[in-house]
């Protein structure tokens, strides 16, 4: 069956730093890739995504790495704020499987003051 | 514009009972999602319509159904339920007929004794 795993459950940072949060995963057809931040007794919420045409996406503070030759994921903050402080879920789905995703486990992200 | 409503936010059954979740999606959208969430198992994909269409399925029994109206609004029903039902259940919304960006609720949380 399809696995997306996270390398670390837990991160702590200092504000300020950069973060980075890892994912991998095992579909080598995935095409599709999203992180997605929780913050307690809230719905994931969208942060970026990637496709698999790309290698590299950058948006506010936030830039996602793909790597397909060994199929992982990155996720990078910068500049790392308390309000950072949450978990962050990356999810895949592959060609035609509509918005059927397999999600990570999470890491949760502390943010330091 | 008003995000993916669910109704109720918090519920407790006992076993043997059914339950029914709602969920309305951003207007608009047309493709409706249900995902399981627990400490366990994480975030698991249940069933996705489009259109009143069950488009994708994940691997949950038969226990585990839904439906979409016409303006999009969708259901799910939990028939016969166990103690390890018990979960945050979160509806998401996407515009269109493609893998998009989810637009996820806060979740019905479900107790079960």
């Known amino acids: 069956g399809e696995s997306v795993g996270l390398h670390l459950p837990t991160l702590s940072v200092q504000e300020g730093d950069n973060s980075i949060i890892n994912c991998a995963y095992s579909n080598s057809a995935s095409d599709y890739f999203i992180w997605y931040k929780q913050e307690s007794g809230k719905g994931p919420q969208f942060i970026i995504d990637i496709r698999s045409n790309m290698d590299k996406r950058q948006g506010q503070r936030v830039t996602v790495l793909l790597n397909k030759t060994v199929k992982h994921l990155s996720l990078q903050i910068a500049a790392t704020q308390p309000g950072d402080s949450a978990v962050y879920f990356c999810a895949e789905t592959g060609l035609n499987t509509g918005n059927q995703f397999y999600f990570g486990t999470g890491t949760s992200l502390t943010v330091i003051p | 514009k008003a995000g993916v409503t669910q109704t109720p936010r918090y519920l407790i059954k006992t076993r043997g009972q059914q339950v029914t979740l709602s969920c309305s999606p951003i207007s608009g959208h047309r493709s409706v999602s249900w995902y399981q969430q627990t400490p366990g198992q994480g975030l698991q994909f249940l069933f996705e319509y489009f259109s009143e269409t069950q488009r994708n399925k994940g691997n949950f029994p038969g226990r585990f159904s839904g439906r979409q109206f016409s303006n999009s609004r969708s259901e799910m029903n939990v028939s016969t339920l166990e103690l390890g039902d018990s979960a945050l259940y979160l509806c998401?919304?996407?515009f269109g007929q493609g893998a998009g960006e989810l637009f996820f609720g806060e979740g019905s949380r479900l107790t079960v004794l």
């Open positions: 998401a919304s996407s």
